[in-house]
């Protein structure tokens, strides 16, 4: 059993900055690529950042520059560094990890979602 728990969301006036962080934890073998999507109200699910298990990142445009996503592999952590806040990043951010976990018949790779953390830019 794998489960991905995040924290680190809130209220943040625009310009401002938050980090969010979200922990693997149970039966984990290994995690490939790591990411953060967002969901604002009305719209669809957005990937915002990933970075792989080398440590290759990639953006959304709309975040670059302003964003950065750095992993803890000994920790199973992944986060996120959002900095010069928008009104338009305000959404529900969600952490996907691509997790392998030893099965009886081998080892089952399969991606696996948080919660879910509000992220709120208004002044």
């Known amino acids: 059993q794998v489960q991905l728990v995040e924290s680190g969301g809130g209220l943040v006036q625009p310009g401002g900055s938050l980090r969010l962080s979200c922990a693997a934890s149970g039966s984990i073998f290994s995690i490939n690529a790591m990411g953060w999507y967002r969901q604002a109200p009305g719209k669809q699910r957005e990937l915002v950042a990933n970075?792989?298990?080398?440590?290759?990142?990639n953006y959304a445009d709309s975040v670059k520059g302003r964003f950065a996503i750095s992993r803890d592999n000994a920790k199973y952590t992944v986060y996120l560094q959002m900095n010069s806040l928008k009104p338009e990043d305000t959404a529900v951010y969600y952490c996907?990890?691509?997790?392998?976990?030893?099965?009886?018949?081998?080892?089952?790779?399969?991606?696996?979602w948080g919660q879910g953390t509000q992220v709120t830019v208004s002044s």
């Open positions: 970075i792989t298990s080398g440590g290759s990142t």
């Open positions: 996907n990890n691509r997790i392998s976990t030893k099965q009886k018949g081998g080892i089952l790779i399969r991606d696996y």
